[in-house]
């Protein structure tokens, strides 16, 4: 049996790194290869491109290395049309990955996506292009079959695989420690985001808000996690030009352990907020992007939801602050963190959503998904 993996983004090398252990159990005399990062690599994935040729931000930032992109995607079909795997399974990066599958599957190809695009979120016409590219679709939240099932498109709820790999066990003190950093006092995590465009838009603004707080909260310390080596350099900077007095210590890495050391977490929209979510840390949710993301988003109308950030779709009652766009300033966003520093009693009540959240998700979803494909690929 082989499969042909694609994923998108550092979120998808987590995810196709669990499928691939789970199908492994399912069939041992597997081989799996395609697009993939270190952790797919790990489990066994042999890579045919690099996971980060697709970690690209969104709209107008995509137009730079659109070229590029196409050119992988004319390839990794071209390369799959030939080899003719049992089972070619898309991991996230939609815009990438359905028009592969689509292709493939013209050829006679059993196609897997994984990760619903936000079809119920915006542009929903795009379900119609889904249903031509998928056999099946794996979705990582309850409310996701219901919309395909009313489209007549093929899907799984599997859960999340990240709320079976994360829990809130870890102490705020042991993980102090194990940075290395003091156990007393206030400390801020700062997740400006994983890509290049995030930082441009948010790592001044995060910088300008650290400095806000310094001046209004004791001893608040921040800590940050850069998420790749490239990006540290233009964090250093924003941090340099607009808070030189602020104690900042910056991570290679180590996301979870930031968050779980933090009193707090200021954050970009993405993926990372449903990782803090699972880890038990109140947050405060921010994003920007650029013009054109904004007049798509909204003075076109294609958002479909009150809410963007994973925690308050998911929970039965929003609770978490997201400042976006324009209302993503440093007094705004200040506020929000000074806030729930101050406020014991509206960070419980955004842990007590979250923990809803987490029993929801926590389904063993890798072997879900394994299942689920084997079932595909027996009938």
Known sequence: MRFALIAGELSGDILGAALITALKARYPDATFYGVAGPRMIAAGCEPIASIEELSVMGFAEVIKVLPRILKLRASV????????????IGIDAPDFNLTVERRLREQGIKTVHMVSPTVWAWRQGRVKGIAKSVDLILCLFPFEPK??????????YIGHPLADELNDATTQISARRELGLREDGPLVAVL???????????????AQTAAWLQQRVPGVRFVTPVAKPKLRAG??????????????????????EAMRAADVVLLASGTAT?????????????????????????????????????PNILSPKPVVAELLQEEATPALLGHE????LR??????????????VRNELKRDSAALAADAIAKLLAK
């Not at 992007?289 to 003075?299: D, E, N, P």
């Open 192 to 206: 400006p985001g994983s890509r290049g465009g995030e930082l441009k838009y948010l790592g001044e603004t995060f």
């Open 274 to 310: 449903l990782e803090c979510l699972l880890l038990g840390r109140p947050m405060v949710v921010s994003y920007r992007a650029s013009f054109l993301a904004k007049v798509i988003l909204r003075w076109i109308g294609l958002l479909k939801t009150q809410f963007v950030s994973l």
């Open 235 to 256: 964090m250093e900077q924003a941090i340099a030009q607009h808070a030189p007095g602020v104690e900042w210590t910056l991570l290679d890495g180590q996301s979870r």
């Open 343 to 356: 406020n014991p009693l509206m960070r419980e009540q955004q842990l007590e959503q979250f923990t809803i």
């Open 147 to 156: 919309f395909y099932a009313e489209h007549d498109v093929p899907a799984a």
């Open 77 to 88: 079909i071209e390369r799959l049309s030939k080899d003719k795997p049992d089972c070619v």
């Open 337 to 340: 963190v000074s806030y729930l």
